[in-house]
């Protein structure tokens, strides 16, 4: 049975994508394949907010299609061969699932540029993209820190790859560097996208002491349960804050939109050659939406967090840093170097769960 | 740790109302002898048309109406096919839920992101603020109460009185119904509509007080354990809300013992459920009589009026 719906949301899929009009021959034609719905308000949202920014810069020159609803896995392959086949010659891939039906579609379509997000694994044209979500997740941490009363925080994970586990770290570091009493609490809910059971789990958590709900899952679903017991969320991926007047603190805002607009001009100059970008606060792929429903003390101390990571002057993972175990895995004054941040597969001391395997 | 076990079991009562709903209406259909399998359809049919005519009117409780209303006429067309026309329920049940999950998804494209007004939890001066028994008799979202009355009513329908008997009837022997003179075809139409009218219900209570929101395929399977769950209860209402709880509950069971940092696997547990079906299958398999007592004998098979 699940088979038979899967079916008909790639056919339902392929329809959409096959309507989105017919191409004028000199235009770049650039294809998205996304996760979830673009009105998810996370995730894809984010996604599709770039896709936009991208039309109105180069509107002249690129043409664009979204594919949405399209699962992770083998099945998304044919979603993106479709593109490819349609005369897409910029591929973007929104989400870590859809890595090796990438590349085997890029092995197909040597002339199509394929933009693999938060994945490992590239080629010849294949780049992959993701944002250091992680500086974002520090601050919230500090935040989450100053704010919470029970000490207790509700940390909704979707799968145990090294991007999740990353922000949880960066997460009870950001916490436990002005509150060591802090505990997060992880639920582990196995999907990006799927509002009841993102819901169950705030409440779970907040059933638990909770009080301040954080996610690492695509829809605004979480925060709104938060909403209703008038306690505290972190919105993801997009600003939330109209689901929450009075709950969000602040969200991490993932911004694509200039990465999108380089990539194009890159194919339409010529230069484009496979590249691994992993972009932070810095280069404002991650921006941090307004602090809101905290003191002036911590907004404060937030805004002067953020900056500090901005300017390069604090890196999350400073150590010392342990494992669970107790081994110190960053000596005291390194910072943890990118392959151990990519590679990410344990919890640092004092997360309240154990990794799953 | 008693807030604790509160906490859960409030919780575990709202992921069960909607399977409450959704499992009431299939039992009466499946008890006068039809099997819908759309209810998954019927359920997201619902979710999307109240939560829409929510957003338009502001009128929550024309939301759930119109989830009703809408399951209704989902369920209306099963009949037609199912009954006037004689196509095979299986069949037609699965083409309802692929048929519903598709309209869902289309109509709701406007909807998705918005937000309104869910509807609250109740709150009665006094009796809610008892200790322990305050929050669990008297602190639910109304539908939950709607959900036990309805279970109730269906109970007392089938169990006791003259009507419901017939609708057994019907359900058990289509000729012998047929041949007293009882309307078969039109008793098995109303059983679906209720069917579908709780279905819509069902799928409402999700979009409009379980997560004030609309997403494509909401109810991710709800309207299948729905359908465990009236064999799981061999076809007695009383067991159908032991039942909802323990197939609602065992998720959020999942959910706590994780949160609790007991490391016992999410998939294992989200197993159980039907692994207990599967048990009460061959439980009640392994005794014959018991089975024709609570199966409607004429479960899924058409009925074609002899004289």
Redesign the interface.
């Given at each position: 049975?699940k088979k038979?719906?899967k079916l008909?949301?790639i056919a339902?899929a392929s329809a959409l994508a096959l309507s989105a009009g017919t191409a004028s021959a000199d235009k770049l034609k650039v294809g998205f394949i996304y996760l979830g719905?673009?009105?998810?308000?996370g995730w894809t949202?984010a996604h599709d907010q770039g896709r936009l920014m991208l039309e109105k810069e180069l509107g002249d020159h690129v043409q664009t299609t979204y594919v949405e609803?399209v699962p992770e896995g083998p099945d998304s392959e044919r979603a993106i061969a479709k593109l490819a086949e349609t005369g897409h010659e910029l591929i973007f891939t929104t989400s870590f699932g859809y890595m090796e039906p990438t590349l085997k579609v890029a092995k197909r379509f040597p002339n199509v540029k394929f933009e693999h997000a938060t994945g490992y694994k590239d080629s010849d044209n294949v780049s992959t993209y993701v944002a250091r979500f992680y500086e974002g997740r520090y601050v919230q941490g500090v935040i989450a820190g100053k704010v919470s009363k029970t000490n207790t925080i509700?940390y909704i994970a979707s799968f145990p790859i090294p991007e999740v586990v990353r922000g949880i770290n960066a997460f009870l570091l950001g916490a436990h560097s002005v509150n060591p009493d802090i505990k997060v609490?992880?639920?582990?809910?196995?999907t990006w996208?799927?509002?009841?059971?993102?819901?169950?789990?705030a409440?779970?958590?907040?059933?638990?002491?909770?009080d301040i709900i954080t996610q690492h899952t695509d829809?605004?679903?979480a925060l709104?349960?938060a909403a209703?017991r008038g306690l505290h969320a972190f919105g993801q991926a997009s600003d939330m804050i109209?689901?929450g007047p009075k709950t969000q603190l602040t969200a991490n805002v993932n911004n694509w939109g200039p990465y999108y607009v380089a990539r194009a001009k890159a194919v339409l100059d010529g230069t484009w050659s496979t590249s691994n970008t992993w972009d932070g606060m810095a280069e404002g792929m991650v921006v941090m939406a307004p602090f809101t429903n905290m003191s002036a003390d911590v907004a404060a101390l937030a805004t002067k967090t953020a900056e500090s990571i901005r300017s390069g002057d604090l890196h999350p993972f400073t150590g010392p840093i342990r494992n669970q175990a107790g081994e110190v895995v960053v000596a005291a004054g390194a910072v943890a170097d990118d392959g151990m941040l990519a590679g990410m597969n344990f919890y640092v001391e004092g997360v309240?769960?154990?990794l799953?395997e | 740790m008693t807030e604790l076990i509160i906490a859960s079991i409030m919780t575990m009562m709202t992921a069960a109302t909607p399977l409450v709903f959704a499992a009431t209406g299939e039992l009466v259909a499946e008890k006068s002898g039809v099997l819908n399998l759309g209810v998954e359809g019927m359920m997201l049919i619902g979710a999307v048309f109240g939560f829409a005519a929510v957003t338009l009117t502001g009128e929550p409780l024309l939301g759930l109406a119109v989830g009703i209303l809408t399951g209704m006429l989902a369920s209306m067309i099963f009949a037609v096919l199912t009954l006037s026309l004689l196509s095979n329920q299986v069949a037609t049940g699965l083409a309802l839920t692929i048929f519903g999950t598709g309209l869902s998804a289309l109509v709701g494209l406007d909807y998705v992101g918005k937000t309104i007004e869910q509807i609250r939890a109740i709150y009665i001066p006094v009796l809610t603020d008892l200790p322990i028994v305050g929050r669990l008799l008297f602190g639910h979202d109304p539908l939950v109460y709607v959900g036990i009355l309805i279970l109730g009513l269906t109970h007392w329908f089938l169990k006791h009185t003259r009507w419901g008997m017939i609708l057994r009837a019907v359900g058990d022997s289509d000729q012998s119904a047929h041949a007293i003179g009882y309307p078969v075809i039109a008793i098995r139409y109303a059983a679906v509509a209720f069917g579908g009218a709780m279905a819509g219900l069902g799928g409402a209570y999700l979009s409009l007080v379980y997560t004030p929101l609309w997403a494509e395929h909401m109810t991710a399977g709800r309207g299948w354990i729905a359908l465990a769950l009236v064999v799981f209860a061999s076809w007695r209402p009383t067991r159908v809300l032991l039942g909802a709880v323990l197939f609602g509950g065992i998720t959020i069971l999942q959910l706590n013992a994780q949160a609790a940092g007991l490391g016992i696997p999410a998939s294992f547990m989200s197993m159980l459920p039907y692994i207990a079906t599967i048990v009460v299958l061959v439980l009640i398999s392994r005794d014959a009589t018991r089975i024709r007592l609570n199966a409607p004998a004429c479960l899924g098979r058409p009925f074609r009026a002899e004289r």
């Amino acid at each position: 049975m699940k088979k038979l719906m899967k079916l008909t949301a790639i056919a339902l899929a392929s329809a959409l994508a096959l309507s989105a009009g017919t191409a004028s021959a000199d235009k770049l034609k650039v294809g998205f394949i996304y996760l979830g719905p673009p009105g998810d308000h996370g995730w894809t949202y984010a996604h599709d907010q770039g896709r936009l920014m991208l039309e109105k810069e180069l509107g002249d020159h690129v043409q664009t299609t979204y594919v949405e609803n399209v699962p992770e896995g083998p099945d998304s392959e044919r979603a993106i061969a479709k593109l490819a086949e349609t005369g897409h010659e910029l591929i973007f891939t929104t989400s870590f699932g859809y890595m090796e039906p990438t590349l085997k579609v890029a092995k197909r379509f040597p002339n199509v540029k394929f933009e693999h997000a938060t994945g490992y694994k590239d080629s010849d044209n294949v780049s992959t993209y993701v944002a250091r979500f992680y500086e974002g997740r520090y601050v919230q941490g500090v935040i989450a820190g100053k704010v919470s009363k029970t000490n207790t925080i509700g940390y909704i994970a979707s799968f145990p790859i090294p991007e999740v586990v990353r922000g949880i770290n960066a997460f009870l570091l950001g916490a436990h560097s002005v509150n060591p009493d802090i505990k997060v609490k992880v639920v582990w809910v196995y999907t990006w996208f799927d509002p009841p059971k993102e819901a169950d789990a705030a409440k779970v958590l907040m059933d638990q002491g909770a009080d301040i709900i954080t996610q690492h899952t695509d829809s605004t679903a979480a925060l709104q349960a938060a909403a209703e017991r008038g306690l505290h969320a972190f919105g993801q991926a997009s600003d939330m804050i109209q689901f929450g007047p009075k709950t969000q603190l602040t969200a991490n805002v993932n911004n694509w939109g200039p990465y999108y607009v380089a990539r194009a001009k890159a194919v339409l100059d010529g230069t484009w050659s496979t590249s691994n970008t992993w972009d932070g606060m810095a280069e404002g792929m991650v921006v941090m939406a307004p602090f809101t429903n905290m003191s002036a003390d911590v907004a404060a101390l937030a805004t002067k967090t953020a900056e500090s990571i901005r300017s390069g002057d604090l890196h999350p993972f400073t150590g010392p840093i342990r494992n669970q175990a107790g081994e110190v895995v960053v000596a005291a004054g390194a910072v943890a170097d990118d392959g151990m941040l990519a590679g990410m597969n344990f919890y640092v001391e004092g997360v309240d769960d154990k990794l799953p395997e | 740790m008693t807030e604790l076990i509160i906490a859960s079991i409030m919780t575990m009562m709202t992921a069960a109302t909607p399977l409450v709903f959704a499992a009431t209406g299939e039992l009466v259909a499946e008890k006068s002898g039809v099997l819908n399998l759309g209810v998954e359809g019927m359920m997201l049919i619902g979710a999307v048309f109240g939560f829409a005519a929510v957003t338009l009117t502001g009128e929550p409780l024309l939301g759930l109406a119109v989830g009703i209303l809408t399951g209704m006429l989902a369920s209306m067309i099963f009949a037609v096919l199912t009954l006037s026309l004689l196509s095979n329920q299986v069949a037609t049940g699965l083409a309802l839920t692929i048929f519903g999950t598709g309209l869902s998804a289309l109509v709701g494209l406007d909807y998705v992101g918005k937000t309104i007004e869910q509807i609250r939890a109740i709150y009665i001066p006094v009796l809610t603020d008892l200790p322990i028994v305050g929050r669990l008799l008297f602190g639910h979202d109304p539908l939950v109460y709607v959900g036990i009355l309805i279970l109730g009513l269906t109970h007392w329908f089938l169990k006791h009185t003259r009507w419901g008997m017939i609708l057994r009837a019907v359900g058990d022997s289509d000729q012998s119904a047929h041949a007293i003179g009882y309307p078969v075809i039109a008793i098995r139409y109303a059983a679906v509509a209720f069917g579908g009218a709780m279905a819509g219900l069902g799928g409402a209570y999700l979009s409009l007080v379980y997560t004030p929101l609309w997403a494509e395929h909401m109810t991710a399977g709800r309207g299948w354990i729905a359908l465990a769950l009236v064999v799981f209860a061999s076809w007695r209402p009383t067991r159908v809300l032991l039942g909802a709880v323990l197939f609602g509950g065992i998720t959020i069971l999942q959910l706590n013992a994780q949160a609790a940092g007991l490391g016992i696997p999410a998939s294992f547990m989200s197993m159980l459920p039907y692994i207990a079906t599967i048990v009460v299958l061959v439980l009640i398999s392994r005794d014959a009589t018991r089975i024709r007592l609570n199966a409607p004998a004429c479960l899924g098979r058409p009925f074609r009026a002899e004289r």
